[in-house]
């Protein structure tokens, strides 16, 4: 590389993640040299988007998501990185479809055609992997609340600028016993125009999200099941049936064994996001949730943040007196205040089971979506729910006429085995064609590492950076970011709104004004041109 | 939007480190050229007005903010830009052999298909020329660019380049037209906070 990273610097950020990108970015903000390094060829780490060719190429299918690297020896005292953990594991790609296009004759232009008519778009994998930039696949898609945390902290820094978002357009939970989906109505008119719930559970349930928005004024009446589940309430108000399932399983985002008050406080952002931008609470990241780590890092770099990717990291150097004080990173020494890095490169984290995740690819809605849409499949026994969001081509997920799924549920065993069920009872993954599910075209099952980092055992200036976590949304990880930011920089303002450029409009002189005539001097070139130009050699 | 801007483009300036990208957009929008500007530190974008065949347009137009330093710009930087100027300095011939890279990354990230491309050999106020203009030009010919040579510095060729490349995407069908962009994303601002405060929005207001 041409150019040396500054040292010392302020802090040295080790991981593109997003805690880490957030915590960059505000402490660029306040005029403090970032260097953010990241060992991977690509931002995000394991909240990052790929398209297919390099989501194939870097959960290696392709065998790696991490690189190894030769360690070298390291002072006693130094904490070696752990560059090759892998925080993706139990990969399992499938494809269900050919490689040959599947009309009654192979004539490739009839299947071109075939293709503008029906309504079922018969794909072929080599298609499909033509189309690779056209699919964005989230390792880890999440949604925005309207008016949460990551909501909140993009407008009020600015940063919103960099990004674009749809619309979360319907929001289902799934019925086993019917074995169909039940749209969750999401405000007053659709909890009275429900065909699905009777007269007196629609006020029962108004009943009880205006007892739940209203919880801090009234903490009286609440006082007996503030320490209880969020079930112990719904019983005592006797809320049954699907009234239940739509506050359970997708107002609340909890299951049995949640506690009260988190189950209240989820209430209170979904009803309070209602409206914002659309009728559900929820947002969905254009191109996918892997944009939102980058927009922390440009604004980042926007205020001085050096970026620097594919730069290993060999271990953190510590002081005598227990305080780190830099990093090897490629055989040269960093020095810095403060070090970030990720859990999964923490030398002192132990892997503990975290998600299951599967991608797929269907050839249909479940939902007549054209947006995003999530549909939460609860699991009896105690189990964790499975979340599905559903994208569609709007969002760019996907090319037009396919639609990317996300499922997402607490690992108990292996990605595959704790989502089989789920996607059994919603798509239809075999031969035999179910006309009224979705068939999937190609599936990816993996598994996202959590870790326990045991506290107080870096030192003192050295922060270890949660990954992906299992909640639908961002904003635990918008909070822990200020939580560090606070405590590197007590009494500093966490990303204040930035200068919008838009508000410096620069007016041309008049004669800036352009004639009609194309310019002097300029060339305009076309391949035809070319062609000439290379016969002219 | 003020009714009489016709619309606003997005506008992308990329290369290798040095090559002048900040000193033509600060010619450009502000005129102004500095000998010792040091690398690039706190400009996002800059916004200026310009009339091209009697349309008012206002172009956004975004610096790497030093991204491009370690070749590490995100792919988020690309998003809806319907015009590109690739840099490279005509007296570093490092710089001109690394546009075949600049170029795959815009090839990979940019999402306007039709986005307009241009390639500006800048410094040719200097003696010590490394590219000739018909290299830079048979690069340009190769890839379908706009191109030009320039001078941040003397403003040679500065102002013409946007110009042209602003009056190429205007001609572009499909690439800025409202209803071309209205297909994308909202945009989350405290502008346009549409709905209503919780109190009286969703299911709330019927308690």
């Keep these: 590389m041409g150019e040396d990273i500054p040292s010392p610097c302020d802090l040295i950020v080790v991981g593109t993640g997003l805690i880490e990108s957030i915590v960059a970015s505000a402490s660029s903000r306040i005029g403090k040299q970032v260097v953010h390094l990241d060992h991977r060829d690509f931002y995000g780490s394991s909240w990052a988007t790929f398209s297919f060719n390099s989501l194939q190429n ?37 494809w269900f479809i050919s490689d040959e296009c599947k009309t009654e004759n192979d004539d490739s232009q009839e299947c071109e055609a075939s293709r503008d008519k029906t309504s079922r778009i018969t794909w072929t994998k080599s298609e499909l ?29 600015g940063i919103c600028r960099y990004a674009e978002f749809k619309n979360v357009s319907g929001i289902y939970t799934f019925d086993g016993a019917e074995g169909c989906l039940l749209p969750v109505p999401c405000s007053r008119a659709d909890v009275f125009n429900s065909k699905e719930i009777t007269m007196v559970e629609k006020r029962l349930l108004m009943k009880v999200l205006a007892m739940c928005v209203d919880y801090e004024n009234k903490s009286e009446e609440f006082k ?26 997708s107002v609340a985002m909890a299951n049995d064994s949640t506690n009260f008050k988190d189950a209240v406080k989820n209430v209170q952002k979904f009803v309070r996001s209602i409206g914002r931008y ?21 604004c980042s770099a926007v205020f ?12 953190i150097i510590v002081g005598s007196d227990g305080q780190a004080i830099g990093i090897v990173s490629d055989n040269q020494n960093l020095m810095a205040k403060f070090i970030l890095i990720e859990d999964c490169l923490n030398p002192l984290a132990k892997i503990k089971p975290g998600i299951s995740r599967a991608i797929l690819i269907t050839d249909r809605s479940l939902t007549k979506n054209d947006q995003a849409a999530i549909i939460t499949v609860p699991s009896a026994n105690g189990k964790d729910p ?41 798509f239809c993954s075999s031969e035999e064609e179910a006309l009224d599910k979705p068939n999937i075209i190609w599936s990816l099952h993996f598994n996202i590492n959590e870790y326990d980092c045991p506290e107080g055992k870096l030192p003192p200036n050295v922060y270890s950076c949660p990954g992906p976590d299992l909640f639908i949304d961002f904003d635990d990880h918008v909070i822990k970011a200020r939580n560090i930011f606070q405590s590197m920089y007590p009494g500093e303002d966490f990303l204040p709104k930035v200068p919008d450029p838009e508000d410096v409009v620069l007016e041309g002189p008049s004669e800036d004004i352009v004639q009609e005539r194309p310019l002097e001097g300029i060339v305009e070139t076309s391949p035809e041109d070319q062609e000439s130009g290379e016969t002219r050699q | 939007m003020d009714p009489s801007v016709l619309t606003t483009l997005k506008i992308l300036i990329t290369g290798e480190s040095g090559v002048g990208k900040s000193s033509l957009l600060l010619r450009f929008t502000d005129d102004t050229f500095d000998n010792e500007q040091a690398a690039t530190i706190g400009v996002d974008f800059k916004v200026k007005l310009i009339n091209v065949d009697g349309n008012n347009v206002k172009l956004a137009i ?26 490279y300095d005509v007296c570093s011939r490092q710089s001109f052999s690394r546009l075949d890279a600049w170029f795959d990354e815009l090839e990979t990230y940019a999402t306007n298909t039709n986005i307009v491309k241009m390639l500006i050999g800048n410094k040719i106020d200097k003696d010590r020329r490394e590219v000739s203009r018909e290299e830079g030009l048979k690069f340009a010919k ?10 941040a510095k003397t403003k040679d060729g500065v102002q013409m380049a946007f110009e042209e490349l602003v009056q190429k995407i205007i001609q572009t069908p499909g690439l800025w037209e409202a209803d071309v962009t209205s297909q994308r994303g909202l945009s989350l601002s405290d502008r346009t906070q549409a709905g209503q405060p919780w109190s009286c929005s969703g299911y709330c207001s019927m308690v």
């Design chain 1, 129 to 157: 992997l033509k189309n690779s930039r056209k699919f964005n696949f989230d390792i880890t898609p999440k949604l925005l609340y309207s008016r949460g945390e990551m909501v909140e902290v993009l407008i009020n820094s």
């Design chain 1, 224 to 249: 007996e099941y503030e320490s209880g589940s969020f079930d112990n309430f719904l019983n005592a108000h006797k809320i049954q049936g699907k009234i239940r399932k739509y506050l359970v399983d």
């Design chain 1, 386 to 426: 499975v979340r599905i969001l559903e994208l569609s081509a709007s969002t760019m997920a996907c090319p037009p006429g396919l639609y990317v799924v996300h499922l997402i549920t607490r690992q108990v065993k292996t990605a595959v085995e704790d989502l089989r069920e789920a996607i059994n009872a919603v």
């Design chain 2, 142 to 151: 190769k890839h379908s660019m706009l191109f030009i040579e320039a001078s």
């Design chain 1, 278 to 298: 659309g009728n559900t609470p929820f947002l969905w990241t254009l191109y996918g949730s892997g944009e939102l780590p980058q927009c922390f890092c440009r």
């Design chain 1, 58 to 94: 870097t959960l290696g299918l392709v065998d790696e998501f991490t690189e190894h690297t030769t360690q070298s020896q390291k002072e006693a005292s130094d904490l070696n990185i752990s560059l090759n953990s892998k925080a993706i594991c139990n990969v399992i790609e499938k």
């Design chain 1, 304 to 315: 001085g943040g050096i970026y620097c990717l594919k730069r290993n990291t060999e271990n």
């Design chain 2, 62 to 87: 975004w610096d790497t903010a030093g991204q491009e330093r370690f070749r590490t710009l995100t792919p988020s930087y690309y998003r809806n830009a319907q015009g590109a100027i690739l840099v």
